[in-house]
């Protein structure tokens, strides 16, 4: 394997994913999903799914409230805009990194 992060796939889109770059991702829907593959209540998230052969993200609280301010609290409305999804610039606290979309006026 060439990067360390090819050991740890995923389902879901993560930092890693984007190699450093902002990705423009269109939205398809949001699914509320058991993300821990257990069937525990407290797994079931908000999973943010888009258009092509992109992978989905699970919503954060953070997240949810960043998007749904721009595109209004229905997420049946928010099929078809365009997000852009972008690494985090402080690898040195968040070395896993982590995933926001929306920079700053990016939600589109």
């Known amino acids: 394997m060439d990067n360390i992060d090819d050991f740890f796939p995923?389902?879901?889109l993560k930092a890693a994913d984007?190699?450093?770059r902002t990705k423009t991702l269109t939205i398809d829907k949001v699914v509320a999903e058991d993300v821990g593959g257990n069937n525990d209540p407290k797994d079931t998230k908000p999973v943010l799914h888009f258009l092509g052969d992109e992978k989905p993200i699970v919503?954060?609280?953070t997240?949810?409230?960043t998007i749904s301010a721009v595109l209004g609290?229905?997420?049946t409305a928010?099929?078809?805009k365009?997000?852009?999804a972008f690494p985090?610039?402080?690898a040195v606290s968040r070395p896993n990194g982590a995933l926001h979309p929306g920079k700053n006026t990016g939600i589109r």
Do not use: C, Q, V, Y
């Open 88 to 90: 985090p610039n402080d």
């Open 63 to 65: 997240n949810a409230g």
């Open 18 to 20: 984007l190699n450093g």
């Open 59 to 61: 919503l954060n609280k």
């Open 82 to 84: 365009k997000i852009e």
């Open 10 to 12: 995923s389902t879901f």
């Open 78 to 80: 928010w099929h078809g």
């Open 73 to 75: 609290k229905n997420p």
